[in-house]
Each structure stands twice: as C-alpha cells, then as structure tokens.
C-alpha cells in the first residue's frame, strides 16, 4: 500500500510537470516581456501553429516559447492578402487568430467580429460613420451630428457629449432632449437680471438667445427696433424696477434730462418738439438733420446774438436790417455774402471789388456818401455831355442814371 501511495505521489508530480511543460510551450506565463506581440494570459489558448513553418526560430527566440523575436516581421498583406491599417498593424496577433474560430468569420462581421458595439446599437453597426482605423476618436462628430435634429452651433460645439448625454463616456448615447430647459434650467434659475421667472420667460430660450454666448444679439425687440446705440443699451434703462410690459416708446420719456439740458440750441426756449426722432437719429445727439419745415424762417430769432457780435462792419451801429438772408445768401457760413447795394448795383461794375471802406470813409457811416466824394467832377469835365444834367444835385443816383454799371462810358 506504501508503494502504490509512493507511486501515485510520483504519477502525480509527473503529471503536474508535463502540465507546466504544456502551459510553458503553449502560453506565455502572465507576466508581460513587452513588445506587441508578447502573449497576454486573457487573450486563450494560442492559436495551432500546422500550417506555420516549422522553423521555429523564424518566431521565437531563447529555450521556450514565451518570448518573440525582437526583429519579427510579417507581412501580413503579402503572406495573407489582407492588408492591416492604422493601429491593426500594431495589434497583437492573438487579437484575431485565437481558439474562438476562423478569423474568415469573425472579418466578415466587419468592425462587429471583433469590437463591442458599447453604443448598444443606438448608433447603427457602421463604426466607419464616426470612428477611423488610427483610434477610437470620432472623426468628424461635429458634421455627423449636424445631420440629426441638433445641430451643434457656437458653445455647444465645444461641449462634452455626456453634458447632454449622461453616459456618454460609456458609448451611451441614447436620445436626449433638446429643448434647451432640458440642460439649461440651472442657468435659468439664475437669470435675475431681468428676471427671467418673474416675467414668466421659462421656456423657448432661442427667441431671445443664440448658441455663442447668453448675452448674444439673438433678441428681436419687435415692437420697437433697437439700433445705434440703443442696441447696446441695457435693459433696465428703459425698462424701470423690472417692469417690461407696456413700456414707452416715446423718446422723451427716457430722455427728458437730455431734451431738458439741451443748450446749443436751447430746445426749452425755443419750444422744440420733444418729438426728437424729427431731428436725432438713434447712433448719436450730434447727427441731428433737423427740417425747418414749420419754423419761423426769421433768423435773428436765433441769431440775434451773432448780428450784435458782428464788428465788421458793425451791424448795428450801421443800421443794417436783421433780414439776415438779404446779404448772407449761404447757410453754411456767415462769410459766403452778396450785398445787394439797394441804392445801385456795384457788383457787376468796376466798384465790384472795392471794399466798403474805400467809399464809406467814416466808419459805419453808410449814409453819407455820393460818387463825387471819390470822383472830383470839374466843370471842364462835365462841359458837353453833362450840360442836360446841370442843375442836378450830384449825388450817386443822379450819377447812375448815365453810369449805370459805375463807368465813365
């Protein structure tokens, strides 16, 4: 009975050797050596070698067959006819020749005989729709998902999928909500300024916002267009203590301290409308296109100052007429002038050039003055052609009854 037992003891140590000799030849042990086609313990049984060449060393290298050859190539294209691309050339070979089957079978299931569909089959079995070759990265998932009823515009664009697909990071991407509530309420609890609760604005946040920013231009102010400068104002400028519906639109009643302070001119005193649009427009105060339609056309009543102020020549000790546009012809300066002359023309005469001065000799006196104060008529000259006229009182309109133009001929 101690022999059988002794023999039995020794069968079963025989036994357990050639079982390690067995897992030795045919699987590395756990242990990684490195190298991309270092056997892995997870990935079964090695694949029968009949149909491999039976030098061994072409593969293997040392006393066992746990390691490959550093220098190992095989060209999998030329000895196969298939050709491996992206990180399939790189792949471990016991990734697809494995104790599961032919590979044949498993690559006519494409992507599918050796890749999990982690997104449950929501997605389609078309991995080459997202995903390339090179790694698992979506390729082009921004234009794909530009093709369902979401685009992706401006800030959703750069967010991470799970924020509208919660699992997302384990290839979950069940159908999501897209109403923007759906992701956005958080934000609109926080809209206090204006209140987005209190004024009952909860839902449909496209009328008022745009995908880039939350302070986006995508409000349409229908009812009044905002433009220039109003387009940047904020809202409670016009809109008091939270207050929306029913708001003025009148210009006055925001701008009253304006129409009020207005000084150059004075809009109070001159009893200007307070219907500014008929003068401003919305980009600034200064590009004012005010019509004198309807005005009194009297200009001293708002340039009565500048006649006083006037020195040369003095407008008022001269005794000129407020009649402003009887002289300055121009309402773009005061210097565009075409005096009239009433007394007889000089314009278009050789005393067109003259200066005032040059007749009127005392300052301001425009009375005072006749054609002989400048030109001496001596009685040799006037003998002859000027006998009809003797008699006369030699003052400038006698002179311009024969001198009409202001020459001697």
């Known amino acids: 009975m101690a022999t059988n037992n002794v023999l039995t003891l020794r069968h079963w140590a025989a036994l357990a050797a050639l079982l390690v000799a067995f897992a030795l030849s045919c699987a590395v042990a756990a242990q990684r050596t490195g190298g991309v086609q270092t056997w892995w313990s997870k990935r079964g049984p090695v694949v029968p070698h009949e149909s491999f060449p039976a030098d061994c060393s072409l593969c293997h290298e040392g006393q066992g067959w746990r390691s490959i050859r550093a220098d190992f190539r095989f060209d999998h294209e030329r000895e196969t006819g298939v050709k491996l691309d992206g990180a399939h050339q790189d792949a471990e070979c ?146 008091q203590n939270g207050v929306f519906a029913g708001t003025s639109s009148a210009c006055v009643d925001c701008h009253l301290a304006d129409f009020q302070g207005a000084t150059q001119p004075n809009h109070v005193s001159f009893g200007f409308s307070t219907n500014c649009e008929q003068c401003h427009n919305a980009s600034s105060w200064n590009l004012a296109n005010f019509s004198h339609a309807g005005v009194n056309a009297n200009c001293v009543q708002c340039h009565l100052a500048d006649y006083q102020a006037t020195r040369s020549p003095n407008h008022a000790l001269a005794g000129f007429g407020q009649t402003c546009e009887q002289c300055h012809v121009s309402t773009n300066n005061w210097g565009n002038v075409n005096f009239a002359h009433p007394q007889f023309p000089i314009n278009n005469g050789e005393h067109g050039g003259f200066a005032c001065n040059q007749c009127h000799l005392q300052p301001n006196d425009f009375q005072s003055f006749s054609c002989t104060h400048c030109h001496d008529h001596r009685q040799s000259e006037m003998d002859g052609e000027h006998d009809d006229v003797n008699g006369y009182v030699w003052q400038s309109s006698a002179c311009y009854q024969c001198h009409p133009n202001g020459k001697k001929d």
């Open 94 to 239: 016991l990734r697809c020749h494995n104790d599961r089957g032919p590979v044949a079978l498993f690559a006519a299931r494409g992507c599918a005989g050796c890749h999990e569909n982690v997104h449950r089959g929501q997605l389609g079995d078309n991995c080459e729709s997202c995903h390339t070759q090179t790694d698992w990265r979506p390729n082009d998932a921004i234009a794909a998902h530009n093709r369902t009823r979401f685009p992706l515009v401006g800030a959703h664009a750069v967010a991470g999928c799970w924020r509208c697909h919660p699992g997302a990071q384990a290839g979950n991407f069940q159908r999501a909500d897209t109403t923007c509530l759906a992701c956005h309420a958080g934000d609109l609890a926080q809209a206090l300024n204006p209140n987005h609760a209190a004024q009952g604005w909860v839902d449909s946040c496209e009328r008022c916002h745009i995908p880039t920013q939350w302070t986006g231009g995508g409000f349409t102010h229908s009812a009044w267009p905002l433009t220039g400068q109003h387009a940047s104002a904020a809202c409670n400028a016009c809109h």
